[in-house]
T-cell receptor, first 113, second 115 residues
Framework: KAGVTQTPRYLIKTRGQQVTLSCSPI?????VSWYQQTPGQGLQFLFE???????NKGNFPGRFSGRQFSNSRSEMNVSTLELGDSALYLC????????????FGPGTRLTVL | SQKIEQNSEALNIQEGKTATLTCNYTNYSPAYLQWYRQDPGRGPVFLLL?????KEKRKERLKVTFDTTLKQSLFHITASQPADSATYLC??????????????FGTGTLLAVQP
């Protein structure tokens, strides 16, 4: 079974721009969660989607949004980028959601200049 | 305030010894606790899950304990090998009713196993 894939793997943007990251979960997984990882804050939960509905949300500003498609693929969007948004963005898929085993993708490394 | 704390310093041990990593939490009531391994430049990999009513869980050379009174989980790797060197993350699963849950990660412990 193919693992979780994320595209692109690396991205460089400038302040004020917006960015869209993509995640393809493991086949059969309907839950997709997004996380931000930085050296200072560690791994922080952004949101979880299940069957195209946002089911859980972390404490991030409204500039961070996401969606999930009928094939369970998910996208995450960050608008009006700030320097502090530079991070590794990880997506994880799961059969049962956040209470179960999470299968993480390799991440997208976003650098904001 | 709510906190999850793991060994603040890197843990260095000799090959063959048992590595013990700690995860302490404050002002959380997790229903489950998970442990993950993360190698540089890669996403975390799930290792073990333990429920609040379970005291101990084992998988091959790995053992996890969960003490809800002490608000602590211990993660043991026996007969450690250099290939076990990585960052280990604990994560609390918080249930808010229905399907509303959150997974909150600790800051991680960097384990280095010396040959």
């Amino acid at each position: 079974k193919a693992g979780v894939t994320q595209t692109p793997r690396y991205l460089i943007k400038t302040r004020g721009q917006q960015v869209t990251l993509s995640c393809s979960p493991i086949s059969g997984h309907r839950s997709v969660s997004w996380y931000q990882q930085t050296p200072g804050q560690g791994l922080q939960f952004l949101f979880e989607y299940f069957s195209e509905t946002q089911r859980n949300k972390g404490n991030f500003p409204g500039r961070f949004s996401g969606r999930q498609f009928s094939n369970s693929r998910s996208e995450m969007n960050v608008s009006t980028l700030e320097l502090g948004d530079s991070a590794l963005y990880l997506c994880a898929s799961s059969l049962v959601g956040t209470r179960g085993e999470q299968f993480f993708g390799p991440g997208t490394r976003l650098t904001v200049l | 305030s709510q906190k999850i704390e793991q060994n603040s310093e890197a843990l260095n041990i000799q090959e063959g010894k048992t590595a013990t990593l700690t995860c302490n939490y404050t002002n959380y009531s997790p229903a489950y606790l998970q442990w993950y391994r993360q190698d540089p430049g890669r996403g975390p990999v799930f290792l073990l899950l333990i429920r609040e009513n379970e005291k101990e869980k084992r998988k091959e050379r790995l053992k996890v304990t969960f003490d809800t009174t002490l608000k602590q989980s211990l993660f043991h790797i026996t007969a450690s090998q250099p290939a076990d060197s990585a960052t280990y993350l604990c994560a609390l699963v918080l249930l808010y009713g229905g399907a509303t849950n959150k997974l909150i990660f600790g800051t991680g412990t960097l384990l280095a196993v010396q040959p």
